[in-house]
């Protein structure tokens, strides 16, 4: 038995908490923007203690010319931490029973918070295989959530929340950051948001407005606008509309990826350190 001094709960307990109390986070999100209720709700869900970052690093989110952009931002943010944990296994996949992308993709921990972490989770990686991880997510076409939520540490039981970042790779059918999003309040909306570096457009000539990506969008963030798809303000960037249009007419769109690296490093250093010594330069 390990050393509950030392560490967190171990993976067995942890999946037991969160069974039990995935309905409650459930309802929270959902009751969120409701009168009286939300001014309950809403201070679980305020920054700095929920926020997310999402990058689109699946290959079909991108066209050729942008293809290695995001990953390669999430790569080089991986490459500048020390201390890295790579969870054996995506839980919020595994509790839901997600037949379309592996459960076996795990979240990432970054920073010294992960002392804690239970080895029954997972285990400790160098920088080579936390990006080859990136790189399997990817194929699997997962979306990267950079993410500093408060829900995390008490999960695992890990006591240096400023020294703590996790990435998550997400799908659209189980990951708790990007379901029930569609009537969310103002905390909920300014805790999760896209880098300023990545746009989306529609070719409305070649939009047919079938509505799809309108339909899967899980912030609610696309319309019909005059028969065709439009992307919204309250957009996050995740790309996932660009696999779904059947007629290519969505596009996604990265400024520089210097620059796109050096807003994820300064958002990053807004909420934490998850640096041994200097952090990169933003």
């Given amino acids: 038995m390990m050393n509950f001094l030392k560490y967190g709960p171990p993976r067995k307990m942890v999946k037991a908490m969160l069974m039990l109390s995935w ?4 309802a929270a999100k959902k009751l969120n923007n409701y009168p009286i209720v939300k001014w309950v709700i809403n201070p679980f869900f305020a920054y700095p203690w929920n926020e997310v970052t999402m990058l689109p690093i699946s290959e079909a989110a991108v066209p ?10 999430v790569e080089r943010f991986v490459a500048e931490v020390d201390d ?3 969870l054996d296994e995506c839980i919020c996949r595994s509790k839901e029973g997600c037949n379309e992308h592996p459960t076996d993709i795990g979240c990432m921990a970054l920073g010294p918070g992960i002392a804690r972490m239970h080895p029954s989770h997972g285990r400790t990686v160098t920088k080579e295989e936390a990006i080859a991880h990136v790189q399997k997510a990817a194929k699997a076409g997962l979306v990267a959530s950079v993410a500093h939520v408060w829900i995390d540490p008490v999960a695992f039981g890990l006591t240096r929340f400023h020294n703590l970042m996790f990435i998550c790779f997400c799908c659209d059918c189980c990951c708790l950051y990007r379901t029930y999003m569609t009537d969310r309040g103002p905390n909920l909306e300014r805790g999760l948001q896209k880098l300023p570096g ?3 457009t529609v070719d409305a000539a070649k939009c047919t407005g079938c509505g799809m990506c309108v339909d899967r969008c899980f912030a609610a963030a696309m319309t019909m606008n005059g028969g065709a798809a439009a992307p919204g303000e309250s957009c996050k960037g995740c790309g996932r509309c660009v696999e779904l249009c059947p007629e290519g007419a969505v596009t996604l769109r990265i400024e520089n990826e ?3 690296y050096r807003q994820l490093i300064g958002r990053v250093k807004e909420v934490a350190d998850i640096w041994q010594g200097a952090p990169p330069r933003a």
């Fill in 23 to 26: 309905p409650l986070m459930i």
């Fill in 64 to 73: 050729p010319e942008s293809i290695i952009l995001p990953r390669r931002v």
């Fill in 84 to 86: 890295l944990f790579i």
């Fill in 198 to 200: 990545i746009s989306v």
């Fill in 258 to 260: 210097n620059k796109l």
